[in-house]
């Protein structure tokens, strides 16, 4: 009797175990993505809400947590978390570094260091959380993967961390190529989009709103976004001190970079019934937009171009993108999410910024990239731009065409990052 309740209750309890363990292996991945950089460019926000929205689409059940920065432009923390928290309810967000003795600075990123089966480091302009990563590596031993950045080079210890990672994603192929030839040995490491073309966040009625009040009917604008060389951080956020040689190079360009901008304008505004729109997508553009657009531009055209004169956030800059002919300009991350949401979008570039902008070849969009420096690039500007006003129907399918290769893309990047969570 005795050695039969002993059989029963070790059977019992290894049926307990195989529950519990089944039970584990059918849990929801946990993934901590380390993402928001700052909160003064409505791309670099846009990168952790697109990476958000292509997990929960590619990975349904999935739980994410967001690793985010902390940023010194307090007063825009709020409504961006906010924004975020509106599309993503169950997205908690953390914030704070891991010490030289492995443990968080915060209870939240400890909880969620703990909590979570896999890093992810999305989109940026580099490996930007290389140092949170390495610390994360060490102290906490659990797989990670990157997620479309762009690279140019690094030292020897984040050529190896690199090495370690389960797959990199790069967002343009001369990052890809740069990889390769430092030697770094990731198992994956392929062309692999943005996370900002990810991005679906809307606020339809503050768009609409404006549109009305600026008298600008759909379709019937298209959107233009200036910028300098190089950002003037100095301007917008505190404790950062005025870079003489980088404002020496902003000051002699300026006239050179947007002449071409206000030639397509003029032409639109003259040559079509569209209006123009001058937007910004960071704190800086206003400015720029006005001194080195609008008031330079002739009082006939002048009169259908409206200039933006307050910063916006992601989900209203994007609900005005969907609602215009299309957009051009010198910056990237307004036409990712435009691309992403099917709208034509032209890309300016110069010496000066990454390779980023190049990535518009990897998507089939080579006849919509310019480069600044380039004078026979700059001499059709204002024809190409005409044609996206002038032949809608055209500049939507290719537009459509660059979307469906950068969903495949996704799809095929979101199965790996699936596949590299433990189970």
Known sequence: ??????????AMSAVILASRARGAESRPPRILLRSSWQMVNIGDIGHTPGVLALIEKHIPGAEVRVWSSGDNTADLAAPVEAMEHKRFPNVTIVKGRIGKDGKATSPELAAALEWTDFLLHGSGASFVAVSDVTAFVKHVGKPFGIYGITWSGGSESQLALMSSAKF?????????????????????????PDGAFGVDLRDDETAERFLKDNGLEPKKFVCCIPR??????????????????????????????????????????RRTDHKVLLCPEDMTHIAVGKEMIYDKLPDDVRKRVVWRDKYWLTDEA?????????????????????????IPALVGRFAEQTTKGLMWRDIGLDDWLFD?????????????????????????????????????????????VKQSCPA
């Open 168 to 192: 990199i994603y790069f967002r343009d192929s001369i990052s890809l190529g740069s990889a390769k030839k430092a030697g770094i040995t990731c198992p994956i490491m392929e062309f692999g």
């Open 318 to 342: 994007l609900s005005v993108y969907v609602r215009s002919s299309g957009l051009f300009g010198l910056e990237m991350h307004s036409p990712i999410m435009c691309i992403g949401n099917g």
């Open 1 to 10: 009797m005795n050695l039969n309740r002993r059989t029963f209750l070790q």
């Open 372 to 416: 600044m420096d380039n004078d026979d690039d700059v001499a059709r500007y204002t024809s190409v731009v005409l044609s996206l006003v002038q032949h809608p129907d055209a500049a939507e399918a290719k537009a459509r065409k660059a979307l469906e290769f950068v969903h495949q893309r996704q799809a095929e990047t979101m199965a790996v």
């Open 228 to 269: 300098l060389r190089y950002t003037p951080y100095w301007l917008i956020k505190t404790g950062r001190k005025l870079d003489p040689v980088k404002h020496a190079r902003n000051e002699e360009m300026k006239e050179h970079d947007h002449a071409p901008l206000r030639d397509a304008i003029t032409a639109v505004a």
